[in-house]
């Protein structure tokens, strides 16, 4: 089992930033897949950004030039930072940790709201 650790999340007006941290914990592989998903309401979970434990990265189209997501492999933390935020950003982000399987564990979910 993986235990996920979200944090980071809140308000924020369109045009800020926010950063949100996700720790993995338990029986992590060594190679892995760590991710941030999101989800509006109404709205199918869609993928945002991916990190491997190697570092390839790939984002959605909608976050690129916006978001990074990066990690830090001796922490088992996963990072998104947000720039630039948009009304449409609204929505549950979730981490998710990708073990060969695969075997997928979520986190719990944290609220980003982008208004004024």
């Known amino acids: 089992q993986v235990q996920l650790l979200e944090s980071g999340g809140g308000l924020v007006q369109p045009g800020g930033s926010l950063r949100l941290s996700c720790a993995a914990s338990?029986?992590?592989?060594?190679?892995?897949?760590m991710a941030w998903y999101r989800q509006a309401p109404g709205a199918e979970r869609e993928l945002v950004a991916l990190?491997?434990?190697?570092?390839?990265?790939h984002y959605a189209d909608s976050v690129k030039g916006r978001f990074t997501i990066s990690r830090d492999n001796a922490k088992n933390t996963v990072y998104l930072r947000m720039n630039s935020l948009k009304p449409e950003d609204t929505a549950v982000y979730y981490c998710?940790?990708?073990?060969?399987?695969?075997?997928?564990?979520w986190g719990q979910g944290t609220q980003v709201t982008v208004s004024s």
């Open positions: 998710n940790h990708r073990s060969p399987g695969p075997i997928d564990y």
């Open positions: 338990g029986s992590i592989f060594g190679i892995n897949v």
């Open positions: 990190i491997t434990t190697g570092g390839t990265i």
